[in-house]
């Protein structure tokens, strides 16, 4: 029996995650594509982008902020920061209102799908 990998498909609401998935609504409707080729290319994508991330960014970058909320749940840390700064490590200050940061183990097996 193959091992079965499952990804995060917290990708899927990137802009680049929700534009994949318009564009393959739209062949879905219109009959382009199954049903079946539909899920292959989403999944395939949540794998591809998951290991694209693990694998090659290594940017660095700080941040603080007032915490407002914070949750764990599936091994999915969620945090809500207000009048959060984000300094990367080339000494670049961004500074927001309003920020929602998710954070998931990259070593979680079977994760959760939703």
Same mark, same amino acid.
């Given at each position: 029996?193959? @091992? ?11 802009? *680049? ?7 393959? !609504? ?6 382009y594509?199954? /049903?079946?080729?539909? $899920?292959?290319?989403?999944? $395939?994508?949540?794998?591809? *982008? /998951? !290991?694209?991330?693990?694998? %090659?960014?290594?940017?660095? %970058?700080?941040?603080?902020? /007032? ?8 091994? #999915?840390?969620?945090?809500?920061? !207000?009048?959060?700064q984000?300094? %990367?490590?080339? @000494? !670049?200050?961004?500074? #927001?209102?309003? #920020?929602?940061? #998710?954070?998931?183990?990259? /070593? ?7």
């Amino acid at each position: 029996m193959a @091992n079965k990998q499952n990804y995060y498909e917290l990708y899927r609401k990137s802009t *680049i995650g929700e534009a994949l998935t318009d564009t393959l !609504e739209e062949l879905l409707i219109n009959q382009y594509i199954s /049903n079946s080729l539909y $899920q292959k290319i989403l999944t $395939q994508f949540d794998k591809t *982008i /998951n !290991e694209a991330l693990s694998n %090659t960014v290594k940017a660095k %970058t700080t941040f603080k902020g /007032n915490l407002h909320t914070y949750r764990f749940c599936d091994s #999915v840390w969620t945090f809500i920061l !207000e009048n959060a700064q984000f300094k %990367t490590e080339a @000494n !670049e200050i961004v500074r #927001v209102d309003r #920020v929602k940061i #998710v954070a998931c183990d990259a /070593n979680v097996q079977d994760a959760p799908t939703k």
